[in-house]
């Protein structure tokens, strides 16, 4: 068995609050700052970190908050090691780990590198310029705070703000845009809205736990993106009538008890408990602009150069999903992952 070098173990501990506490002071003044500490953000202050600046990331929920919200029995539909960053090990029995996986891994691949990782801190607003950024902060009590920073980057990523269909009866209680566990659906009508992976996965899941599942579509059939093991399955579940699909068909309404489709033969009425809109998300564009950051182009692609990620604002640099505007589908952790060494690499050049 292959012996590790001491220092490649990850160490569970985080780091300590002498450490916390000299850091916390007003006057401390960090080289970087992140905001967002998901796979990017944590690539990006490994990186950065290892280049020799002193940087704290801040995330306003957990360590790889959007990936703790994502369905609890998820599997990745990526093969462990291309989820990996600062070259640890990703080991995994299963050829797709599972989200379980993946927070652990995350975790200690944080703590492996004892980066200062503030969270439960949403960054509220940033001031200043390049080479003395001031970011404020409020954390989940309400507390504000502020960091004072000479360069920052962006990786809040997209999945905190679900695309809207704006129909009446969307803020109903029995709507979500957000699928997490099948349990409670169990002998209820579920409606199940979107064509792709996620739209397919929740489908499958209610059905499997005893929801009666209505799956509508807009376009004439599942996505053609839908991944290579999933799209037999659901496709096999419609074509035996086990799950119900609409397709060519849009909500146009969602009451307590019913939905309203517009179908190809006019509106139906369909007896209704819950709604599951996987309409996808997209990236707090207006976060970005308070920043000044400027978007191009109809996908609102953030001005950014492609070598370095710096944006059109001197000093704030973009990484993750949110380099690609709307076109979430084109940034993963697969690629976004090498952001962090790109960017790292731009700063040491600047110094
Ligand atoms: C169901 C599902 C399955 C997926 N499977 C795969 C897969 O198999 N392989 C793959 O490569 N990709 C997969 N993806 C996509 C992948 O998870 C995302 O592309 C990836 O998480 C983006 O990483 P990120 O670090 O840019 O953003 P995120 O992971 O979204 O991290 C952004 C972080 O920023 C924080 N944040 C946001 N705003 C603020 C603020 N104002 N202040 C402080 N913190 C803030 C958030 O809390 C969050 O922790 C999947 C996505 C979904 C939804």
Redesign the pocket.
Known sequence: MADFPADSIPDAKPSSTLERERANSPDALYDVLV???????LACAIEVQKAGFKVVA????CI????FH??SH?T???TPE??EIGNIPFPSPNPKPTRNEALQYYRLVAAHYKLDVRQY???ESVAGADGHFMVHTEDRFGRRGQLKTRKLIV??????LPNLMHIPGENLSKVHHYYNDPHPYFDTDVMVIGGKN?AAIAALELWRSGARVTLVHRHEAMHRHVKYWIKPDIENRIKNGEIKACFHTEVVEIAEDSVVLKTPHGLQTVKNDFVFAMTGYHP?FS?LQSMGVRFEGPDKLPVCNPQTLESNVPGIFL????VAGSRTNE????N?RFHGGQIARALLAQN
């Open positions: 905001i967002g500490a998901g796979p990017t953000g801040v995330d306003k929920g790889c908050n959007s990936l994502y369905p998820m990745f539909f990526t291309l989820l801190e949403r960054v990786s809040t990523g997209y999945y905190d996620s707090d976060f990484a993750g999903v949110i940034i993963f952790i697969e976004g």
